[in-house]
């Protein structure tokens, strides 16, 4: 079943500042990276340290050829039911395995535990109010 979403006008695009400000509010984001030459997206939780994103991967148990020393994608977003708007922000960058053991590192995951940061590049956004498609039903 594939599930469409309308825009009732225009989505207004964000400045870097306003982006980073929502990345601060969400933990839970997506991330697009490719594992034995597939692209992949993944769902993750993340935390900022200044204006680099640390990824936890745990759960995925990706193959560090797929999370050290290469390009991924990574999308974070939010809608208001009530008020039928939303935001949306995506960041393209490089990944990196940290190098140092404990906390950074480790997330929580003994099977994987990977922490993986992304450098960001290219940072944007927009926010957009939804189409009632659907309402009331």
């Known amino acids: 079943m594939a599930v469409y ?3 009732m006008e225009r989505p207004r695009e964000l400045d870097a500042e306003e982006c980073w400000e929502l ?3 969400a933990s839970v984001g997506r991330i697009a990276l490719s594992i034995k030459a597939l692209p992949t ?3 993750v939780q993340y935390y900022l340290a200044g204006r680099t994103l640390a990824i936890c991967l745990g759960q995925h148990g990706s193959p560090k050829e797929s999370v050290d020393e290469t390009v991924v994608a990574f999308a974070a977003d ?3 039911g009530s008020s039928q708007s939303g935001w949306t922000v995506q960041v393209q960058g490089v990944a990196h395995l940290p190098t140092t053991n404990g906390p950074s590192r480790n997330c929580g995951q003994p099977a994987a535990g990977q922490i993986v940061r992304i ?3 290219t940072v944007a956004g927009h926010r957009f109010r939804l189409c009632p498609f659907g309402a009331g039903s």
Do not use: G, K, R, S
């Open 119 to 121: 450098e960001p590049v």
């Open 5 to 7: 979403v309308f825009f």
């Open 23 to 25: 990345l601060a509010q």
């Open 41 to 43: 997206i993944l769902p």
């Open 78 to 80: 939010a809608v208001d």
